[in-house]
Every structure is written in C-alpha cells, then in structure tokens.
C-alpha cells in the first residue's frame, strides 16, 4: 500500500529559529516527490523533487530527496511568523491505483 | 483515520464525453469537500468548495456548468467533467475536512484525467 509519514505533525517554533521537516514515503514506481505549503485555501507548490542528493532551494526554504532511504526533507532557515502554516508533503507514482500521495501534514507554528 | 479514497485513479477519454470522478471519506463524516486542480509544478488550484446538502461554492473562472458537483452525503461528493476537451486534462484532487476549517483536509489520491 502506497503511504506518505510526515514528522512531526505538528512543531512550535521561536523566530530565527531553523526547523527540518521530514517526508517519508513507500509509492509503488516513484516519478516524483512535491511539498507544499498550505496556509488558507489551496496549497501552494514549493518544490518538486525527483532525484536523490540534488538540493533545491528557494530564499530560506531547501529540500532534498533520499529515494534510497526513501525521504525527503524541508529545512527552513531563520524563520519568520509568516512560515507558520501547513506543509504538505506528496509523492507521485508512475502506477498503482494512488498515483499523487498526501502526508497528513506538518502544522508549523512560528512565535515571535 | 482520516482516509479519503478518490475513483477513478486514471481515466482516459474521448472528447466529447462526460467524466465522473468519486471522492469519499472512508471512516469519518466530511462536511465539507474541495476539489482542486493541478498543473506539472504548479500549486493546486481551488476549484469549489461543497457542502453536504448545498450547492458548491466555485471559485472565479471555474465554470459551474462544465464541472458539476455533486456533495449529497456526508461521505460522498462527486465532480463530473462534461463534454471534455483536451485541456481539461489534469490531475484532479479533492479533500475532505469534518469541519470548515481550510486547515483541516485529507487529500485524496487524485485522479488523472486524459482527453483525447
């Protein structure tokens, strides 16, 4: 069965302060692993990974893919009250009757 | 807990035809359902907003009368694509949330929807 864990579901954080979230995931023939973050409506796409050890980044926010040890991690440097959302973790598969997976989520909440 | 099933998970069409496309929650009751939509790396769309017993709330520029959507239980919401055409190809994803809170949601798996 196809299954996406994120950790922790939910973290408290202070400003400054760096946070890692994870994404573990099993997916039968993996085409792709995305993250997201989710403040009000609709998420908003951050990253699309779909090689291992290849860093993506964008301002604070980086990721990386390990589809040997099937994870992947968000870190976010310096945060600021405006990270304080929910990050959503999926991956994609290339068959299966699953083919986008969710995490629950991480809810990340950012205090001044 | 908190499952959310979607079916079809792929569906291949000619243009022309209707296509529906189920949404449930597995094992609890969801007031509320979206339905969103997503492009390769781009962040879900929004589509509607559905209420069991109500009529969905769609969002600027989705057309109600091309993607119909049905909320008539509180496990069970369904989006139909009529007359589809080659650019309603895409991945279409609900969630389910048990309250009315955007933070709230189960994704399902998605669908992917191919016109030909």
């Known amino acids: 069965e196809d299954k996406v864990v994120q950790s922790p579901l939910s973290l408290v954080v202070h400003e400054g302060d760096t946070v890692t979230l994870n994404c573990s995931y099993e997916?039968?023939?993996?085409?792709?692993l995305l993250w997201y973050k989710q403040e009000k409506k609709a998420p908003t796409f951050l990253f699309m990974l779909t090689s291992s050890g290849i860093e993506k980044k964008s301002g604070r926010l980086s990721s990386i893919l390990d589809k040997k040890e099937l994870f992947s991690i968000l870190n976010i440097t310096a945060t600021q009250t405006g990270d304080s959302a929910i990050y959503l973790c999926?991956?994609?598969?290339?068959?299966?009757?699953?083919?986008?997976?969710f995490g629950k989520g991480t809810r990340l909440s950012v205090i001044a | 807990g908190a499952v959310v099933s979607q079916h079809p998970s792929w569906v291949i069409c000619k243009s022309g035809t209707s296509v529906k496309i189920e949404c449930r929650s597995l094992d609890f009751q969801a007031t509320t359902m979206f339905w969103y939509r997503q492009f390769p790396k781009q962040s879900l769309m929004l589509m509607a907003t559905s209420n069991e017993g109500s009529k969905a709330t769609y969002e600027q520029g989705v057309e109600k009368d091309k993607f119909l959507i049905n909320h008539a239980s509180l496990t069970l919401s369904t989006l139909t694509v009529t007359s589809a055409h080659p650019e309603d190809s895409s991945f279409y994803i609900c969630?389910?949330?048990?309250?009315?809170?955007?933070?709230?949601?189960?994704f399902g798996p998605g669908t992917r929807l191919t016109v030909l």
């Open positions: 969630s389910a949330s048990g309250g009315f809170s955007y933070n709230e949601q189960f």
């Open positions: 999926a991956v994609e598969g290339n068959s299966g009757n699953t083919p986008l997976v």
């Open positions: 997916v039968t023939n993996f085409r792709s």
